[in-house]
């Protein structure tokens, strides 16, 4: 069993940045591929960036490629996602997933364990 916390999330403007935080608890944090992804209202929840268990091998979203920076901490049981260059649709609740097998890290349906969500709104 994997809990997940995000924190980080806010109002902010175009242009600017903003770090997401995910706080895993359980047992071997480092044995799950970790995710981030993002819901719009009125969207279907879309794969935004993955990391896998030693983050040898990280993923993108070609919509954030560039501008988001996946990060893992297997020490504190921490996933991070730093932000940059944010535009207004990259507005949405963010959520952080754990995926036990990390077979096909972009699909929903992958992971096992989510967490509730935080709401990054960005003004023009």
């Known amino acids: 069993q994997v809990h997940l916390e995000e924190s980080g999330g806010g109002l902010v403007q175009a242009g600017d940045s903003l770090r997401l935080s995910c706080a895993a608890s359980g047992r071997a944090f480092s044995n799950y591929a970790m995710g981030w992804f993002r819901q719009a209202p009125g969207k279907e929840r879309e794969f935004v960036a993955a990391i896998l268990w030693s983050a040898g091998s990280i993923y993108y979203a070609d919509s954030v490629k560039g501008r988001f920076t996946i990060s893992r901490d297997n020490a504190k049981n921490m996933v991070y996602l730093q932000m940059n260059s944010l535009k207004r649709e990259d507005t949405a609740v963010y959520y952080c997933?754990?995926?036990?097998?990390?077979?096909?890290?972009?699909?929903?349906?992958?992971?096992?364990?989510w967490g509730q969500g935080v709401q990054v709104t960005v003004s023009s």
């Open positions: 997933a754990a995926d036990r097998w990390g077979a096909a890290v972009r699909t929903t349906a992958e992971y096992d364990y």
